[in-house]
């Protein structure tokens, strides 16, 4: 795609199709129906390249984000994008939208020379104003996973934050130098004391509050929960049979419909997860052989 064009930019500001996503610094937008869909307008006036990125094209409509309190109307109501439950085409459009305004927002600042930069034309990228180093968007990775017994009960936990009887998978930030399995492993011990045995990798989803990119997993684990690093209120092992009666009931409330923690929770329900012993096995510690350290 010709992005770096300029030419070819404005030819897709003008086009009757294009549409101006216009979120807020809440990361809200307007949305229209229910079920709820992007309730986006038409570019008008001039564009300004620096504010208004292009995100891409889709189904042959070009589409450009930025950042601008949304404005309810008839038929156009205010939501947070974190919480909505828009079809499957149009999450991918928000999060892209929604990564492209956060980190071009967090990276005002040369790394190379401290001067300032300036959107690139297409908007993928960042320019120095003084050195020239071009400067690329960052994702931080994390892994999130559903946590199996030996019965298939799931492990869902509640934040400290979180309201009563909202709960979700295990999740956390996979840190410098470290392997996404050995993240999940460190996490799953951290926050509940159990022991993972095995894992395999599932899918992934970008979760850009503010930047992140979820690999999702199914776990085996074992022993017995005990929260470790109070990252968690509570958490407990549920049947499916315990999951569907609570939901159903009010008294579990699972995660987003937009968040690939639902999805997981949603295919184990269904059980369409693969059997985590067909990925890697994890039941030997990770770095449990190190050498002792020499003379210098
Ligand atoms: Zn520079």
């Not at 071009?104 to 300036?118: I, K, M």
Request: some cysteine; glycine content about 8%; hydrophobic content about 40%.
């Amino acid at each position: 795609m010709d992005r770096d064009d300029p030419a070819a930019n404005a030819v897709r500001w003008a086009d009757p199709g294009a549409v101006l996503l216009r979120i807020g610094p809440r990361g809200e937008a307007a949305v229209t129906g229910d079920p709820a869909r992007l309730a986006a307008d038409r570019p008008s006036g001039r564009r300004d390249p620096q504010r208004q990125l292009l995100i891409g094209t889709v189904a042959g409509r070009p589409w450009f984000v930025t950042r601008a309190v949304p404005v309810a109307g008839p038929g156009r109501r205010i939501e947070s994008l974190r919480g909505s439950d828009l079809p499957p085409a149009q999450r991918e459009i928000v999060w892209a939208g929604m990564a492209a305004l956060n980190w071009h927002e967090s990276a005002p600042v040369c790394p190379r020379c401290h001067a300032g930069t300036r959107v690139g034309e297409g908007g993928l990228s960042r320019i120095c104003t003084a050195c020239g180093t071009v400067v690329f968007p960052r994702t931080d990775p994390a892994v999130i996973c559903a946590v199996l017994d030996d019965r298939d009960r799931i492990v869902l936990g509640r934040q400290h934050a979180w309201e009563p009887g909202r709960v979700s998978v295990l999740a956390g930030f996979v840190e410098a130098g470290e392997a996404a399995e050995h993240a999940l492993v460190r996490e799953v011990a951290e926050e509940t004391a159990l022991r993972v045995t095995a894992a395999r990798y599932v899918s992934s989803q970008p979760w850009p509050f503010p930047r992140s990119l979820m690999l999702g997993y199914v776990a085996r684990a074992e022993g017995d929960i005990s929260p470790v690093d109070h990252e968690l209120a509570e958490a407990d092992r549920y049947s499916r049979d315990q999951v569907r009666d609570l939901v159903a009931a009010g008294t579990l409330i699972l995660p987003s419909p937009m968040s690939i923690a639902r999805s997981l929770i949603e295919a184990w329900l269904a059980d369409r997860l693969p059997v985590p012993e067909s990925g890697a096995d994890l039941s030997v510690p990770l770095g449990a052989a190190l050498p002792e350290p020499g003379q210098p």
